[in-house]
């Protein structure tokens, strides 16, 4: 009977020091919320290691793929106004046409009724204007009447309206009225200075009055880069700033150009928003159409930055764990972007002096 106790208790000390070795490591972390608690003398400590952040000096660096556009109030296609014949060309490819220079001529009965209005409608104001004066001096000697003084009136009223229509029609397509003949060709001017880089005047050709531009011209001393910035990019960038542009089609020359507008609407696609920025290019080596890199110069400021492994990514976003004493850290929710060297540029979350775990914080996850 001795024996069988002093056995009993073996086994139940055994069993109890088992029990206590399966609590102990369940003891070593303690879970509240966002909070982790380990024990000072779990091993998991020395995994864990921490930086004290603190603000530096840091300049952003955005970059994107852009395409060199005309810049549009400096590039024109010319049609024809009417359907007609073109009977002139006084341009050629290439040449450099200041504004309101001709292009070409063209000859149509549109523009022949068009004179042939201006003279009709003219003889008719003149008529109009001789039978007014006639009426007023009629009417100053007693001999007319007010009601044929007013239908005189109302009448020049009419045909001056008229005139100066047909007048004002005559100016848009820079017809002088005094120098009008039935008949003759309109000739079509350039409406800005530029060069001609595309010129499909045929002599002889017919043109329907929806005809394709025979004629295009651009003015492309600057020019347009139109890029696309991404929506976490967004807020880095700033109308007037300086912009660095580089074209692999030209490797050794970097452009320098101003963000000219940043478009209020935003691709929902893409996530994208474009971006116009007004370059240099006296030396015409940016062609419409030519893919370029754009950098974005930010100015240098204070930021937090943190090493890329501090940061974690689920659903719900980005966060990393601050520690609060030595054995207790905080789940703590960060809005990043990226930097270089490997590390990430903090907006908001965290402040200087705090401790963030930089290595160890995936067995920290572990635990979430």
Known sequence: MTKFLFFAAIVLLISC???NKRQKPANRIQISGDTIIV???????????????AKEPYRGNVSTFGIVQAIPTNYAEIAAPFSGRITKSFVKLGQYVKKDE???????????????????????????EKNLKRQKDLYKNGVGIQKDLEEAEVNYEVYKRD???????????????????LGQPLVVHSPISGTIVANNIVIGQYLKEDA???VKVAELSKVWIVGQVKEKDISSI??????????????????????YYISDLLDEETRSVQVFIECDNSDHSLKPGMYVSVGFIEEMTDNILVPASSVFQKEAGNFVYVAIDKNKFVKRTVSVTGASNNRLLVKSGLLPGEQVVTSGGYFLLEQN
């Open 17 to 19: 020091t088992s029990e």
């Open 163 to 181: 005139y100066e229509n047909v007048i004002a029609s005559l100016k848009v397509y820079k017809v002088d009225p005094d120098e009008l003949v």
């Open 102 to 128: 001709p292009v070409f001529a063209i000859s149509s009965p549109s523009i022949y009724e068009v004179g042939k209005m201006y003279y009709q409608v003219k003889q008719e104001m003149i008529l109009a």
């Open 212 to 214: 394709e531009p025979v």
């Open 238 to 259: 700033h109308v007037s700033e300086e912009i660095e542009i580089t074209a692999a089609a030209i490797s050794d020359k970097c452009y320098k150009g101003k963000i």
């Open 39 to 53: 024990s000072k003398n779990s091993n998991l400590l020395k995994k864990i290691k921490t930086i004290k952040i």
